[in-house]
């Protein structure tokens, strides 16, 4: 079994190789990004952006990504902190 801890400015991934959380087995996320979103950032796999927000007020959830083909997509996660986050998600 595999665990992570959050460090603070620790960058886990990148767009070539994300890191993949395994929700179903996550007790609890720990990463404060809620209140500190800066900007969002959906790629597809050839890192074409496809979608973009400015200070949102949540990440994308596969129900955003409804309008865009089925597929695997990057959701770059900027803080206002300068801390950037890649999550893999497949629609």
Known sequence: MQ????????LKGT????YVLQTSEATGLSMPL?????????YDTNG???????HPTR???KDDLK???????????TL?????YVLKMMR
Do not use: C, H, W
């Open 3 to 10: 665990t992570e801890t959050f460090q603070a400015d620790a």
């Open 15 to 18: 767009m070539e190789q994300p």
């Open 34 to 42: 809620a209140t500190n979103l800066k900007t969002i950032r959906i």
């Open 48 to 54: 074409l952006l496809v979608r973009s927000e400015e």
């Open 59 to 61: 990440l994308f959830t």
């Open 67 to 77: 309008s865009l083909a089925d597929g695997i997509y990057y959701q770059q996660v």
């Open 80 to 84: 206002q902190n300068g801390q950037s």
